[in-house]
């Protein structure tokens, strides 16, 4: 069983009469426990894709299946469970709730799969910690740097144990020795949770981090390079 299998993905977006098509066949296999980058230039298609493959958006047509399961074959409210039970999202610009403090922001997904405020509260701040935040617990989004709130986002991520993450240009906004720091941080705690991965990055020092590289291109995704012996692991 593969983590993801994505077959023959099609994906356009209308606009009054014009339309525009942005995957156009996409085929893409991750194994279970495989972190692979994608790489590609502006407007290529790779948070369409992303979003594709966390349900958050629908494929005019092709196959979709997470952990085996036929997405389309999903009742809407299914769907909404694996979303929330097995992906960890870290959005292209963090999506942080700006009224709600560090550890609150952490702990939505777990307040949402109904756990107490105590036990989210211990479990958020666990989080917090690994993510070298623990004296920023009560600090909310404005008053933090964009290092702090991605690694805030990276937190939330990872709180329910997913069994997916699907990153979404996780060190954008970040330096390159806090975007090393970042990436190195959030490939550990995936490893340490067994989590298959999948990064959109323009950001080749990453590259390491991989266990694969694909690249989007005129609709389509290519592995781009085989894993390297030195790969991370
Ligand atoms: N909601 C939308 N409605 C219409 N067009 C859209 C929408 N979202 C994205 N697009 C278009 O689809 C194409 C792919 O966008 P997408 O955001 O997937 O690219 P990307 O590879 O993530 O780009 P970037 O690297 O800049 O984040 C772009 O041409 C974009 O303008
Ligand atoms: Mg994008």
Redesign the pocket.
Same mark, same amino acid.
């Given at each position: 069983m593969h983590a993801i299998a994505a077959i023959d993905i099609h994906k356009s977006?209308?606009?009054g009469a014009t339309v525009?098509p942005?995957l156009t066949g996409v085929d893409f296999r991750v194994e279970p426990g495989e972190s692979v980058f994608l790489v %590609?230039? #502006? %407007? #290529? %298609?790779? #948070?369409? /894709? /992303? #979003?594709i493959l966390g349900c958050l958006l629908t494929a005019d047509s092709g196959r979709l299946e997470i952990f085996g399961q036929d997405v389309n074959r999903l009742t809407a409210r299914s769907r909404s469970e694996l979303r929330l039970r097995k992906i960890g999202f870290v959005f292209?610009r963090f999506n942080l709730i700006q009224g709600l403090t560090a550890i609150d922001n952490v702990a939505v997904p777990l307040r949402l799969c109904g756990w107490s405020a105590g036990r989210a509260w211990r479990r958020a701040a666990e989080l917090l910690d690994a993510v070298g935040l623990a004296d920023q617990a009560r600090a909310r989004p404005g008053c933090m740097s964009a290092g702090q709130c991605q690694r805030v986002a990276i937190a939330r991520s990872l709180v329910l144990q997913p069994e997916l993450i699907l990153a979404?240009?996780p060190t954008a906004s970040l330096d390159a020795d806090s975007g090393q720091e970042v990436m190195a941080l959030f490939r550990s705690l995936i490893r340490q949770q067994g989590v298959t991965a999948v990064v959109?990055t323009?950001d080749p020092r990453i590259f390491v981090y991989a266990d694969r590289v694909c690249e989007?291109a005129d609709g389509q995704v290519r592995s781009r390079e085989q894993p390297s012996e030195s790969g991370g692991r």
């Open positions: 977006y209308r606009r525009t942005v %590609g230039p #502006s %407007g #290529s %298609g790779k #948070s369409t /894709l /992303l #979003s292209q979404d240009e959109v323009h989007m």
